[in-house]
């Protein structure tokens, strides 16, 4: 639909209502009442009034609209919103929500969208993977591949990773603008300082659920919904912005100490509590080795989870968004969005960098190894990105990090990097696969000393903050998410057997 649709007051002359077509250069004005649609003005009305001599500088809208039009409602469909432009004659339709206005749609509006199906159908047809559909606005950030940048807000998110702590990033995210000072940020840290205690209710539970989960990353969705359920979180759409904030900040809040509880109860350590004293980066790292982490581990790690925190329209993302359309609770679209991050196309990879580097072992082994799965057709994991055309942005300063903290993983890491782009480069010459995010995010939180499976729970503990703010920013103007698909299965109705 064209939305704001340009609209009159029954009150208002003619001669105005058609400076303001002529203006924008459309053929008719929606004429709203207190936001309602009433009528609508077209060309065809003007022509009807120059006609019967009317002035139309005295003559008045009301006078000469069509009264009472059918709308279509937002959400409708495409095919709903063509069968009544078609069945009816119509060019234009008013779109509302409710009784008020949102927009228009035309019929060229659904010819400029539309793909012809069988018969008399129209459909817009989405690339795969939904791949350049813009499906949402947001203020919260983008990323622009052909650059090689991305944004949270207004501002780099290299920079803000560079000169920004993490909490002042969430802050950010949530509320819209960084702490003015010291002050603000500190007002932020007590806010969330005290969301990271988990209720006994969830420790008693958690126990079992490492027991009976095979992984982290499992354990760490169970225990999600656990949490959701214990503080008893209502459907969004029951409650208001406040409400929702509050629900964000502390599911993001406890994340890291599930996570900490999950891997010391799978090795049979006890569980350490949080600290209200630090930081949301060296609070994870005192929860998981049970000691205060020197400075440089916990920059590394803190500076790796801001690079990771949002990162556009991407799956995770998208699927936390279409749950909290349904007006599910958070804990819902945060377990769901988990669950998409823990595919290994998407967050579930930087494990399988580090299993990459296990394989080639040598660095003199990396062309024989690269072009051994390529002829194969296997992927080479931490390579290749389905957005950026050139270096990620994001590994870019993960290896500056990486290199400071330094050690043989780290100069092997680079050796292979080299290598291994210099390869593809020569058997895909016209594809970019550099190294993503994920390349030096396994080699440094393996510096750090996390363990493998450790590695996708803590991405998850950077990007819950992401998920929190697009599902803030979906419920402040919710349409349920619901797309079409198009049925290429045998023509039916066929007779039961």
Not at 2 to 28: C, D, F, K, Y
Not at 192 to 214: C, E, G, M
């Amino acid at each position: 639909m064209t939305e704001p649709a340009i609209v009159a007051e029954p009150n208002e002359s003619l001669s105005a209502a058609a400076s303001r077509m002529r203006e924008h250069g459309i053929g008719s004005v929606v004429v709203v009442e207190h936001s309602r649609p009433v009528g609508i003005l077209t060309e065809r009305d003007l022509l009807r009034a120059a006609a019967a001599s009317a002035d139309p500088s005295g003559a008045t809208v009301g006078e000469w609209m069509a009264r009472n039009p059918d709308t279509v409602d937002a959400d409708a469909s495409i095919d709903d919103a063509w069968h009544q432009l078609a069945d009816r004659g119509y060019r234009h339709i008013p779109v509302t929500v409710g009784d008020e206005l949102k927009g228009i749609i035309s019929m060229r509006d659904i010819m400029a969208l539309a793909q012809l199906r069988p018969a008399d159908e129209l459909a817009v047809m989405a690339p795969p993977g939904l791949k350049g559909v813009v499906v949402a606005e947001t203020q919260l950030g983008d990323v622009r591949g052909d650059e090689g940048f991305y944004h949270y807000r207004q501002y780099a998110a290299p920079e803000l990773a560079a000169k920004r702590s993490f909490e002042d990033v969430w802050q950010l995210q949530i509320d819209g603008d960084l702490p003015r000072d010291a002050a603000e940020a500190e007002a932020f840290a007590a806010e969330i300082a005290p969301l990271r205690h988990l209720p006994p209710t969830v420790l008693d539970v958690l126990s079992a659920i490492v027991k009976a989960v095979r992984t982290p990353v499992a354990a760490l969705r169970t225990a999600i919904s656990l949490l959701a359920g214990a503080d008893d979180l209502p459907a969004s759409l029951d409650v208001d912005r406040a409400e929702l904030r509050a629900e964000a900040l502390r599911i993001s809040a406890a994340v890291p100490t599930l996570i900490a509880a999950i891997h010391r109860l799978r090795n049979d350590l006890d569980v350490i509590a949080p600290r209200d004293d630090l930081g949301y980066a060296a609070n994870y790292l005192w929860m998981i080795h049970g000691v205060e982490e020197e400075r440089e581990f916990v920059r590394a790690i803190e500076q790796y989870m801001i690079l990771g925190l949002d990162h556009g329209f991407n799956a995770s993302t998208f699927v936390a968004r279409a749950v909290i359309s349904t007006g599910a609770d958070l804990g819902a679209a945060v377990v769901a969005a988990l669950g998409s991050l823990s595919g290994p196309l998407h967050g579930g990879a930087p494990s399988r960098s580090l299993d990459t580097l296990d394989a080639i072992g040598e660095p003199e082994n990396t062309a024989a190894w690269v072009r051994d799965r390529v002829a194969s057709g296997q992927r080479i994991m931490g390579f290749g990105h389905p957005v950026y055309r050139t270096e990620d942005p994001r590994s870019i300063m993960l290896r500056g990090i990486a290199q400071e903290l330094g050690g043989d993983i780290v100069d092997f890491a680079v050796q292979v990097e080299a290598e291994v782009e210099k390869t593809l480069a020569e058997l895909k010459p016209d594809r970019v696969l550099r190294t993503n995010i994920e390349w030096y995010a396994a080699v440094t939180m393996d510096r750090c000393g996390f363990p493998r499976d450790l590695f996708t729970p803590t991405f998850a503990a950077a990007r819950v903050i992401g998920w929190c703010a697009h599902a803030l920013e979906q419920h402040a103007d919710n349409r349920i998410i619901r797309p079409s698909s198009r049925y290429i299965g045998p023509p039916p109705p066929q007779p039961v057997p």
